[in-house]
């Protein structure tokens, strides 16, 4: 079974630019997360997609971020204009279903994109 | 708010030695916790899910026990290798918040041969 992939891996920005990353989740799970992860800290989520459909999307700093799920399947993460606080990893995670551990419902991460604002 | 916590943030042991993880959470109306496992430049791999009404789970040299009312976690490493040299995290969820993951910033192990 393949497991979520992530594009581009790693990306270099200046202040003030934009830039967009890519998540395809494994095949037929329902629910899509985005976590941003800055380095020493643990992952925040930023949101969190049920299908096509916004769950939580209330630690997106919706003045730069935005992302959407069209389709119900992959998803894009954009920032514009990206500051220096954004360098992290943006991680993106899937599961069948929202409420992981319902029923053996596992959640699932890919390998992340990391992201240098400089 | 919710707040996860994890002691140590650092820990070196050599190889062979039992060890534990510490989590602690502010809010005991918790759904489910998991403890994760970050290898350097990778994701996230589940290492163990228990269910708020459960003590503990089991697997292999891991076990992660669970005292809901006290707000704690342990993850208990048996014999440890230098294989088991990673970050590890603890997460929360609660169903008043989508049952979204709740983490703390992790204990980074090094076991040295």
């Known amino acids: 079974e393949a497991g979520v992939a992530q594009s581009p891996r790693y990306k270099i920005i200046e202040k003030r630019q934009s830039v967009a990353f890519w998540c395809n989740p494994i095949?037929?799970?329902?629910?899509l997360y985005w976590y941003q992860q800055i380095l020493g800290q643990g992952p925040k989520l930023l949101i969190q997609?049920?299908?096509?459909?916004?769950?939580?999307d209330s630690q997106l700093p919706k003045d730069r971020f935005s992302a959407e799920r069209l389709k119900g399947v992959d998803s894009t993460l954009k920032i514009q204009p990206a500051k220096l606080e954004d360098s992290a990893v943006y991680l993106c995670a899937s599961s069948w279903l929202t409420g992981v551990g319902l029923s053996g419902n596992t959640i699932y991460f890919g390998e992340g994109s990391w992201l240098t604002v400089v | 708010k919710q707040e996860v916590t994890q002691i140590p943030a650092a820990l070196s042991v050599p190889e062979g030695e039992n060890l534990v993880l510490n989590c602690s959470f502010t809010d005991s109306a918790i759904y489910n916790l998991q403890w994760f496992r970050q290898d350097p430049g990778k994701g996230l791999t589940s290492l163990l899910l228990?269910?708020?009404?459960?003590r503990e789970q089991t697997s292999g040299r891991l076990n992660a026990s669970l005292d809901k009312s006290s707000g704690r976690s342990t993850l208990y490493i048996a014999a440890s290798q230098p294989g088991d040299s990673a970050t590890y995290l603890c997460a929360v969820s609660q169903s008043n918040s989508g049952y979204a993951l709740n983490f703390g910033k992790g204990t980074s192990l090094l076991v040295t041969p």
């Open positions: 228990i269910q708020s009404s459960q």
């Open positions: 997609f049920q299908n096509n459909g916004v769950v939580d």
């Open positions: 095949s037929g799970h329902a629910t």
